[in-house]
C-alpha cells in the first residue's frame, strides 16, 4: 500500500508538487536531494531577439530581469512556459516536447539572435543545434543544483519515492542506501531516471502530471 510519498524536487517547485500528492490521497515528505544556487545575474539583452528556456527554475529566476521581458521566451515544455509567464514574459512559446523540439520550433519562427537561460547542468546541446541551423545563439549559465548531504528522518516510513530527473536520481541512489528509502518504490518521470532501480514505475510522458498518474496507477 502506498500511503508517504517523498517528493526529491528541489525549490521552488517542490511545494507545489507536495501539494497535488496530498491531493492525490496520499501523504507528502519533502526531500529535495538538489539544493538551487544562483551563480550571477540574469544576462544583459544585448541584441537578442529572443531568449529560450529548458528549465521551471531559469524561468523563475528571471522574474526580476525586466531587461528581458520584451523578448519572446522560447520554452521546452507548458510547464515551462506556464513558470515564465507567471515570472513576467508576456510572449511564451511552448515546444512541448524536449530539447531536440525547442531547437526546431526556434529555427522555424527564424529569430536570431537567441540566449539559452539554463543551469549548469544542462540536458542536450540547444546552442550547439541553433549554431549549426545558421542561427546566432549563446548560453547564459544561471544557477546549478548543488547535491543534498542526507535524506530527511522519516519517521513513518517511505512507501514510494518521486524523481524529476537523472541527476536527481543519480543523488538519491547515493543517499537512500537504508531502510525506508532503500526498500520505497520508485516512480520516475523517465526511463533514464529509473535506471539503475529495479521495478521502478515509470511516467507514460516526461511530465509532472503524468507522473503523478504512474504514482496514482500504484494505489489500491
Not at 501523504?27 to 529548458?54: D, H, M, S, W, Y
Not at 518504490?185 to 515509470?202: E, L, N, P, Y
Request: glycine share 8%.
Amino acid at each position: 500500500m502506498i500511503n508517504t510519498v517523498a517528493v526529491t524536487r528541489p525549490h521552488p517547485q517542490l511545494c507545489g508538487t507536495m501539494a497535488k500528492v496530498a491531493a492525490r490521497g496520499f501523504k507528502p515528505l519533502a526531500a529535495p536531494v538538489l539544493r538551487l544556487e544562483r551563480l550571477g545575474p540574469a544576462p544583459a539583452a544585448g541584441g537578442a531577439k529572443a531568449i529560450a528556456l529548458t528549465s521551471r527554475t531559469a524561468a523563475a529566476l528571471l522574474q526580476d530581469a525586466d531587461h528581458l521581458k520584451t523578448l519572446p521566451a522560447f520554452c521546452v515544455g507548458n510547464a515551462t512556459a506556464r513558470e515564465a509567464a507567471a515570472a513576467g514574459f508576456p510572449r511564451t512559446i511552448s515546444a512541448d516536447g524536449d530539447v531536440d523540439a525547442l531547437a526546431r520550433k526556434i529555427i522555424a519562427a527564424g529569430v536570431s539572435p537567441v540566449i539559452h537561460v539554463c543551469g549548469e547542468d544542462f540536458r542536450g546541446d540547444l546552442v550547439g543545434a541553433l549554431r549549426a541551423a545558421g542561427a546566432a545563439a549563446e548560453r547564459a549559465v544561471l544557477y546549478r543544483m548543488a547535491p543534498a548531504k542526507a535524506l530527511p528522518d522519516a519517521p513513518d516510513g517511505v512507501d514510494a519515492v518521486l524523481l524529476f530527473s537523472p541527476r536527481s536520481a543519480m543523488v538519491f541512489a547515493a543517499l537512500g542506501t537504508d531502510p525506508p528509502w532503500s526498500t520505497a518504490r520508485v516512480v520516475a518521470i523517465s526511463q533514464a531516471a529509473a535506471a539503475g532501480f529495479s521495478g521502478a514505475a515509470i511516467a507514460a510522458r516526461p511530465t509532472e502530471a503524468a507522473l503523478l498518474d504512474a504514482l496514482s496507477a500504484l494505489a489500491p
